[in-house]
């Protein structure tokens, strides 16, 4: 969130975005380039999670191989389950789109519970 400096000029906060987002990307392409020079046939990604808004996920698709992603939907945690399965499926979509509609990977998730919930209730049988 921030402060309301921080927050209260739009086109400023757009700037950070898109430092962010070139500060990223940059990093990714120097991690990238090593790998590159020793084997341009390696395949690389990184994790992308959900839709973290502190960078353009499309521009930094652009210089990886293929999307890879992590999901751990917070099952029977609200009532309303429909909506977090519809937005578990928007981010899927999401993530197949940073590519053109290539398939992606699901780099993460769990069977279990995870240790960051605010509470890791046990999944239902069967899911």
Not at 78 to 90: F, H, P, Q, R, S
Request: glycine share 4%; with cysteine.
């Amino acid at each position: 969130s921030g402060s309301a400096g921080e927050i209260s000029i739009h086109g400023l906060n757009l700037d950070w975005h898109r430092f962010n987002t070139a500060q990223v990307t940059d990093f990714c392409r120097h991690e990238i380039a090593p790998l590159k020079a020793a084997n341009a046939d390696l395949p690389v990604t990184t994790n992308f999670m959900e839709y973290f808004y502190d960078y353009d996920y499309w521009q930094l698709a652009q210089t990886l191989d293929f999307i890879s992603w992590d999901s751990y939907p917070m099952w029977h945690r609200d009532k309303d389950e429909t909506t977090l399965a519809c937005y578990t499926a928007m981010y899927h979509d999401m993530m197949r789109s940073l590519k053109g509609g290539k398939p992606f990977v699901l780099m993460e998730s769990t069977p279990s519970t995870t240790n960051w919930q605010p509470t890791s209730k046990l999944k239902k049988p069967g899911m």
